[in-house]
């Protein structure tokens, strides 16, 4: 099986995240679903839809069959996927798979003038950009810390943070935050800075 999927950083705030084997069975689906539609014995399994069992789903991911079995109830009920069920097997369609795959993203056309050129102005500003990725990814750090202490961060407030981090060095932020997640503080506190560089580390 080959092909990707992409996973929008708002998946952070998916109402299952916090619960492990839900996120991961949850990509599994994604993972497994089809790409294009195509014919399974006879029956059609369109686009974002796989044929599995719930042995084979536990086999696979190694999550119980319970588990599962209770996570795609609660997956049916928030309108992320349908189950159809038979005597062998289950039919799984993802509800919203064109917002984890674009259609466009599997085909393998040769490259236009105009996209050749796009992709070399990506390239020339990949370094631009690296530093505010960085502190981006930062920033998701103390997003998921603040949510496993159950004090999420509103998406306004996380805009503000990112602003305040422009205003220092991604070692200094990456200090003030590392050192909040390990003295369990909620907050980030820039006054704690060190003094000298050379403490960053």
């Known amino acids: 099986m080959s092909g ?31 790409h294009k539609d195509s014919q399974w014995q006879g029956m059609g399994i369109k686009r974002g839809q796989f044929v599995s069992s719930l042995g084979k789903i536990s086999a696979e991911t190694g999550i119980s069959i319970q588990t599962i079995r209770t996570l795609l109830n609660k997956f049916e009920k928030t309108n992320e996927i349908i189950v159809k069920s038979t005597n062998k097997n289950s039919l799984i369609t993802i509800c919203k798979y064109d917002c984890y795959q674009d259609e466009t993203e599997e085909t393998n056309k040769p490259l236009t003038n105009k996209q050749q050129t796009t992709n070399k102005q990506l390239t020339t500003n990949k370094n631009d950009k690296k530093e505010k990725n960085e502190k981006e990814l930062l920033l998701d750090k103390w997003v998921a810390y603040r949510k496993q202490i159950k004090k999420p961060i509103q998406e306004a407030t996380q805009e503000t943070i990112l602003n305040k981090m422009q205003n220092f060095t991604e ?15 909620q907050g980030l506190f820039w006054d704690k800075l060190p003094k000298h560089e050379e403490e960053l580390s």
């Open 4 to 34: 990707w999927i992409k996973i929008h950083r708002k998946f952070l705030d998916w109402q299952w995240f916090e619960k492990s084997e839900a996120v991961h069975l949850f990509l599994y689906l994604l993972l497994k679903a089809n």
């Open 171 to 185: 070692e200094q932020c990456n200090f003030v935050i590392s050192n909040s997640i390990e003295n369990g503080w």
